[in-house]
């Protein structure tokens, strides 16, 4: 039991970042589901997280209000960005919605007065419990796995196979896509609202390109065929660095191959359970 306290007392916030992590891989997840690069969930984390740290701060709001206002924010606000940037596809709406998260940015480093600017909010209390993060995930979870069994789910996919032939079987492409983005939005508005309230202090540079694209890495490298893998992908990202701390000035470039062996020899990600029975048929047929 002694041994469980100490493990938890010093690695307890990389567990939980493990959690939120998962939740931003699965936030990327549901627009990539229905055909959408969008890279718009780090300014989407961002919203939430400074939503949520306001709210807790100035209006002195409980932590649920707080956690309420950090998902619905980023909700509202993918709902207005959506209908325009939605119309496009591929590294078109990729470029949009970087452009938005830069946007985005920008802002909460000049509007001093509310989010602290270049210097960020510090002293943000430490709210997050594990439960609170056991519940996002558990929750978010069974309801995407809800929806991919839906009708909605079954739109999506023909969405992202085909947005024309779905149109043309009378599937409203661009409200299902709608629908993706701010749900997607509104999982990594949560995650931002649980990390801010475990990590004391946030800050415009957290939420810029290099956050969208580990997100967008998490979701890849476990594998985009099902729930399991963006939350495999979320658990070796957050873990690789510390498992390569030894290699000190080298743990950047083995972080980086590692990567791209994976990427190059298992295209469709770690969590791939057709490429699994294949091989598992292939050595039983020996």
């Known amino acids: 039991m002694d041994a469980l306290n100490t493990f938890w007392q010093v690695y307890s916030n990389l567990v939980l970042t493990i959690g939120i992590n998962a939740l931003l891989a699965l936030s990327i997840w549901l627009t990539l589901s229905c055909g959408m690069l969008a890279m718009a969930n780090a300014a989407f984390m961002g919203i939430g997280a400074y939503t949520a740290s306001v709210l807790t701060m100035s209006a002195g709001a409980p932590f649920p209000v707080a956690l309420a206002g950090g998902i619905a924010a980023p909700a509202v606000v993918a709902l207005i960005i959506g209908a325009p940037t939605l119309r496009l596809s591929g590294v078109y709406l990729a470029m949009a919605t970087l452009g938005f998260g830069e946007v985005v940015r920008v802002l909460a480093l000049n509007a001093d007065s509310i989010t602290g600017g270049a210097l960020g909010l510090n002293g943000i209390p430490q709210l ?145 359970p057709q490429r699994y029975k294949t091989w598992w048929r292939r050595g039983s047929a020996r």
């Open 128 to 272: 997050t419990q594990w439960w609170h993060v056991v519940v996002a995930l558990g929750a978010t979870l069974l309801i995407l796995w809800r929806l991919r069994r839906s009708r909605i789910g079954r739109a999506f996919e023909a969405i992202k196979e085909d947005p024309v032939a779905a149109s043309l079987m009378g599937i409203g492409v661009l409200s299902h896509k709608m629908l993706a983005f701010a749900l997607g939005a509104a999982i990594a508005g949560l995650a931002g609202a649980l990390n801010a309230h475990l990590t004391f202090f946030i800050g415009p540079n957290e939420f810029g390109f290099d956050r969208g694209v580990d997100i967008l890495t998490m979701a890849i490298l476990g594998g985009t065929g099902g729930l399991t893998g963006p939350v495999l992908g979320a658990l070796i990202i957050t873990l690789l660095p510390e498992l390569l701390r030894g290699f000190r000035d080298f743990r950047t470039m083995m972080n980086g191959a590692i990567l791209l062996l994976i990427v190059l020899f298992l295209p469709k990600g770690l969590w791939d």
